[in-house]
């Protein structure tokens, strides 16, 4: 259930505690389990229903969520498609009803999704400002405080007595953004909405988001652009599969992020190369990360040592092999590749042997996120194919952290690099 929470000792805004929400797949038995929970509550036979209680059909999209937001925080919600973000936005914005649990929040909800979509198209920029901030709650003395705010951050003063039907897509988008941002809600939820506008204005509603975290807005912000997201967001949560697997720090948040990313590709069977019957036998064994010291490890610092050992296994002889390690993201896709060819290094391999090769990574330049190789095994030439490993010799850089803001650091690597003035 959801309660609207009226006590002011603290600052707790949003507090959800232990929810789950089931979905069902086929329609027919949805909307007959719909008439069932219905008839239960009518007749007070309701209950808390958690995973145990799944009928055919249904999957938990949310499970036992619980973690709370504070006045001044914004909450970064991160996971792939389908990792139950949406939901619990939805859960948390009083469309959809928890199945078990409870969802409580003080204060006035604002929600920014689809921006635009909401808006009569015969009614003017005017007029929906005042219809939506009613919907959100607020009363027309609040709205007409802030209305030229509203106006003037949106830059469309010059069309506010208009007709919706006559703006562009980006001028509705703007004026959405506006409405939710500055009619200021104790508790925003902003889905996929970032990219509004040019970068000038995109720039400006990052400023305005931190305003609002300092003067005490509590913000939930669900995004796939983690490199946008130290521009504003104080701590992260993700999820995977419906449950929550970090709440914490941003920076971990977003490593982990990225980890779940490369796993659903690795699940989904996403760049997988069955190996080749040329050299039946001849495959490549395993696939180990270590530090310069050759302590295994998976978590590294940017400029650290990092080495990759490959170990090779054949059951003939073959001569001139060679190794291609291509360096991959979930998020950003490949980053580079490396060849023992490149470097004229070969191996050979006689029957029944193992043969180990280490590819060193001198000061890695890599910056926060979760990597991962792409192996293949190739003979003298491209086209003489043995084997192929992808989503191995998994690791994370965890330090240090990284910044959007013009203050710092921000991006896939760290270039070797030097101001000058004059």
């Known amino acids: 259930m959801i309660h609207s929470a009226t006590s002011n000792t603290d600052d707790l805004i949003l507090n959800v505690d232990h929810v789950w929400k089931m979905y069902c797949r086929n329609l027919k038995l949805s909307m007959r389990y719909g008439v069932q929970d219905l008839a239960r509550e009518?007749?007070?036979?309701?209950?808390?229903?958690?995973?145990?209680?799944?009928?055919?059909?249904?999957?938990?999209?949310?499970k036992d969520a619980h973690f709370?937001?504070?006045?001044?925080?914004?909450?970064?919600?991160?996971?792939?498609?389908?990792a139950g973000k949406s939901s619990m936005l939805k859960l948390i914005n009083g469309l959809l009803k928890p199945d078990a649990g409870a969802i409580t929040i003080r204060g006035s909800v604002g929600a920014m999704i689809e921006l635009g979509t909401g808006f009569n198209p015969i009614l003017s920029g005017r007029e929906n400002v005042y219809v939506n901030g009613s919907i959100l709650g607020i009363s027309k003395s609040e709205?007409?405080?802030?209305?030229?705010?509203v106006v003037e951050f949106a830059e469309l003063g010059h069309v506010i007595d208009t007709p919706i039907m006559t703006y562009s897509t980006g001028m509705k988008m703007?004026?959405?953004?506006?409405?939710?941002?500055?009619?200021?809600?104790?508790?925003?939820?902003?889905?996929?909405?970032?990219?509004?506008?040019?970068v000038g204005f995109r720039m400006k509603c990052f400023a305005h988001l931190r305003k609002l975290v300092e003067d005490g807005v509590c913000i939930i912000l669900v995004t796939h652009a983690v490199g946008m997201l130290s521009r504003v967001a104080t701590r992260s949560i993700v999820f995977d599969q419906g449950s929550i697997i970090h709440n914490g720090?941003?920076?971990?948040?977003?490593?982990?992020?990225?980890?779940?990313m490369g796993a659903s590709d690795r699940i989904s069977g996403k760049s997988q190369m069955?190996?080749?019957?040329?050299?039946?036998?001849?495959?490549?064994?395993?696939?180990?990360?270590?530090?310069?010291?050759?302590?295994?490890?998976?978590?590294?610092e940017t400029g650290e040592d990092i080495l990759v050992k490959i170990e090779v296994q054949s059951d003939s002889a073959l001569d001139d092999l060679n190794l291609v390690a291509a360096l991959w993201s979930p998020v950003h896709g490949r980053i580079a590749s490396m060849s023992t060819a490149n470097q004229n290094v070969t191996f050979s391999a006689s029957a029944d042997s193992t043969i180990a090769v280490t590819l060193r990574f001198k000061q890695v330049p890599l910056l926060l996120g979760a990597y991962h190789f792409n192996v293949s095994l190739y003979g003298p030439v491209p086209t003489e194919f043995y084997h192929r490993l992808t989503g191995v010799g998994n690791f994370r850089i965890i330090g240090p952290p990284t910044c959007s803001l013009g203050r710092g650091i921000n991006g896939i690597v760290k270039i070797n690099h030097q101001w000058k003035i004059g």
């Open 249 to 260: 720090d941003l920076e971990t948040g977003c490593v982990v992020y990225e980890e779940t």
């Open 274 to 300: 069955p190996s080749s019957t040329t050299a039946t036998g001849t495959a490549i064994k395993s696939t180990t990360i270590t530090n310069q010291n050759g302590v295994a490890t998976r978590e590294f």
């Open 68 to 82: 709370q937001v504070r006045s001044g925080e914004c909450l970064a919600m991160l996971g792939p498609n389908g």
């Open 42 to 62: 009518v007749l007070g036979k309701g209950r808390d229903r958690t995973q145990a209680d799944l009928r055919p059909g249904e999957f938990c999209a949310v």
């Open 143 to 149: 709205i007409d405080k802030r209305f030229e705010e």
């Open 174 to 198: 703007r004026l959405g953004f506006s409405i939710g941002a500055n009619l200021r809600p104790k508790l925003l939820l902003i889905d996929e909405v970032l990219a509004v506008g040019d």
